[in-house]
């Protein structure tokens, strides 16, 4: 399934902490950097941190939640600018910014209908000793976004770890 492994140096990671968890707040988070010009790519949110795991809907009025996503490292200046201001809009604890990281990826066609395709990334990065600090999926790539340091280390193992340097299987033919 997976046919390729991918990665972009040119990001960073935004992380609002303490975010109001109510209607509205993510909506004004981006349509302020949207009116901007700033892109997003990755984006989590984090259910709030004293809720159940059951609860749905209607958060009490004390909860609060994280949310992440990267920016282009060019953009950085501008969303900090506009983070500033939004930080207090909408009742952020802080903002953390770090330009310290890479988002590797694995790329294929179908992967979210083939069980274990993630799970083998995340074993192949753990064998390695990298932490992973945040994920993303879609239809056809898995993202994790990873220490700088450890980059090529990260690309290395899962080219070979999903077997993208070995010769092809006559018996596929």
Same mark, same amino acid.
């Given at each position: ?11 960073? #990671? ?13 909506? /004004? ?39 992440? $996503?990267?920016? *282009?490292?060019?953009? %950085? ?5 506009? @983070?500033?201001?939004?930080? @207090?809009?909408?009742?952020? %604890?802080?903002? #953390? ?13 179908? @992967? ?6 993630? *799970?083998? @990334? ?16 879609? /239809? ?21 770890? $999903? ?11």
């Amino acid at each position: 399934m997976v046919t390729g492994v991918a990665y972009d140096k040119g990001e960073a #990671r935004v992380l609002m902490v303490g975010v109001d968890d109510k209607p509205g707040v993510v909506a /004004e988070i981006f349509g302020e950097l949207a009116d901007e010009n700033i892109s997003v790519d990755m984006i989590i949110q984090s259910a709030p941190s004293d809720a159940p795991s059951s609860r749905v809907t209607n958060p009490g009025p004390e909860s609060k939640t994280d949310v992440t $996503f990267t920016v *282009a490292k060019t953009d %950085l200046l501008r969303t900090k600018a506009v @983070m500033d201001k939004i930080a @207090m809009s909408v009742g952020a %604890l802080g903002v #953390r910014y770090d330009e310290d990281i890479v988002k590797v990826s694995i790329v294929g066609l179908g @992967m979210r209908s083939h069980a274990g395709v993630a *799970a083998k @990334m995340f074993k192949i990065l753990s064998t390695e000793r990298i932490n992973i600090q945040a994920i993303s999926t879609s /239809e056809i790539k898995v993202s994790c976004l990873v220490a700088t340091k450890y980059a090529e280390l990260a690309v290395r193992s899962l080219h070979d770890g $999903f077997g993208l340097g070995a010769p092809p299987d006559p018996a596929s033919r």
